[in-house]
C-alpha cells in the first residue's frame, strides 16, 4: 500500500512538473516567434518555425533532463542507494549553463546565425527565464507543504485542546470564598458564568436544566485564579467570566461585543481586550 501511494505521488509529481516543463517551452517558442530576437534570414517562414520550434525543444529538454533525469541517473548509480535531489541553486546553474550552450551550438550550426557578444547576451537572456520560474515554482511549492504542514498541526493541536476541554467538563470545579469557610462544588460543565458583584461573584449555573445563581463572597480576580486549570473558563469581560461551551454565538451591536448563552436571556458583554481570546476559544462548529 504505502509503495502504491508513493508511485501516485511520484506520478502527479512528474507530471506536474512535465507541465510546467511544457508550459515554459511553449512560452519561448511564443516568445521567439513574436520577438524574433534572432537573424533568420535563411529559412522561410514553414522552416522558421521548424527552427524556433527546435529552440523551444532544447529548453524542454534540457529542463526536464536536469530536474528528472538528472536525480534519477544519481539516484540509480549511488552505492548505497541514498540521494537527495540537488539544491535548487545548483538545478539552475545546470539548467542555465546547457541551455545557453545548446541554444549557441543550434543558432551557429542549424540557423547559420553569427554569434557576437550581442548574441550571446540574448541567449543568455533568454535562458535565464527557464531557472527564474522553476526558481518561483519551487518556492512556491515550498509555502505550500508548509502551510499543508501548519494545518495539520493545527488540527493536531486542535483535537489535544478539544480532549483536554472535554477533561476539563467532567471535573468538579470548587470555588472558594476569600476567608475560606463557604465552598462551592460544580460541574464544570453546568457553570455558565462567573460575574462580580460588588463585593461576591454571582455564579450562574445550571441545575436540572434550569438557571440558578449563588454568591460567594470574593473578588474576581481571586476566582479567576480559581478556573485557570480549566480550559472552559475565559474572561470576556473585566467583570464577568464565560464557559465557552455555553456560548451560543458572539455578535456586535453598534460599537459593543456580546455573547448570547444558550438558552438564557440576557447578552454578556465583551470587552475589545479580550475580544480576540473569545473569538479564538469559542469552539469551531
Known amino acids: 500500500m504505502k509503495t502504491e ?21 511553449f512560452g519561448i517558442f511564443l516568445f521567439l516567434l513574436f520577438f524574433q530576437p534572432f537573424t533568420l534570414n535563411r529559412f522561410d517562414f514553414n522552416n522558421q518555425l521548424l527552427f524556433i520550434l527546435g529552440l ?15 536525480p534519477w541517473l544519481v539516484k540509480k548509480t549511488s552505492l548505497k542507494g541514498i540521494y537527495s535531489f540537488p539544491p535548487p541553486y545548483m538545478s539552475g546553474i545546470l539548467i542555465f549553463i546547457l541551455n545557453a550552450v545548446a541554444f ?43 502551510n ?23 471535573d468538579i470545579i470548587t470555588l472558594v470564598s476569600d476567608n475560606g469557610r463557604e465552598k462551592l ?11 462580580s458583584a460588588d463585593n461576591y461573584v454571582e455564579i450562574l449555573h445550571k441545575e436540572d436544566n434550569l438557571f440558578k445563581k449563588q454568591l460567594l463572597r470574593n473578588t474576581l480576580k481571586h476566582i479567576e485564579q ?11 469581560h473585566r467583570t464577568c467570566i464565560i464557559n465557552i461551551h455555553h456560548i451560543e454565538s458572539l455578535y456586535r451591536k453598534h460599537h459593543s461585543y456580546w455573547l448570547s448563552v444558550l438558552n438564557y436571556p440576557e447578552q454578556v458583554p465583551v470587552s475589545r481586550q479580550y475580544l480576540i481570546q473569545i473569538k479564538d476559544a469559542i469552539p469551531a462548529e
Do not use: H, W
Open 104 to 146: 549557441s551550438f543550434y543558432l551557429r550550426y542549424v540557423g547559420f546565425v553569427d554569434i557576437t557578444f550581442y548574441v550571446i547576451f540574448k541567449v543568455a537572456f533568454i535562458c535565464l527565464i527557464p531557472p527564474l520560474i522553476l526558481r518561483q515554482y519551487d518556492r512556491l511549492e515550498e509555502l505550500k507543504q508548509q
Open 5 to 25: 501511494i508513493n508511485s501516485d505521488l511520484l506520478y502527479q509529481r512528474l507530471n506536474k512538473e512535465f507541465k510546467i516543463f511544457t508550459g515554459i517551452g
Open 185 to 195: 462544588n460544580l460541574p464544570v460543565k453546568d457553570v455558565v458564568m462567573i460575574r
Open 148 to 170: 499543508e504542514g501548519y494545518i495539520q498541526e493545527n488540527k493536531r493541536l486542535q483535537i489535544l485542546v478539544d480532549q483536554l476541554r472535554e477533561i476539563n467538563r467532567n
Open 56 to 70: 523551444g525543444g532544447i529548453i524542454f529538454l534540457f529542463t526536464a533532463l536536469v530536474r528528472i533525469g538528472l
Open 226 to 236: 480559581q478556573t485557570t486549570q480549566y480550559a472552559s473558563f475565559t474572561r470576556c
